[in-house]
């Protein structure tokens, strides 16, 4: 029972996570996603081959939805 009672503050004393600060954040890598996204698709295949990224990962990438 000791146990069980010594746990219970360390639990209360969790951060709470702000909803609005996580809306936020959550909003900005959607927006990234996009952003990069967009790029990646006006890269031409000399500077995707310097980058590492065959034509099937930028295809992948590119056709997953903004919040992936």
Do not use: C, V, Y
Not at 22 to 29: D, F, G, V, W
Not at 49 to 64: F, H, Q, T, V
């Amino acid at each position: 029972m000791e146990r069980i009672l010594s746990e219970i503050p360390a639990a209360l004393d969790q951060p709470r996570i702000d909803p609005l600060a996580h809306l936020r954040a959550t909003l900005k890598r959607w927006q990234l996603n996009t952003r990069t996204r967009r790029q990646l698709a006006r890269l031409d295949p000399h500077l995707l081959a310097d980058a590492g990224i065959s034509p099937g990962e930028r295809l992948a990438e590119l056709d997953k939805p903004f919040w992936r």
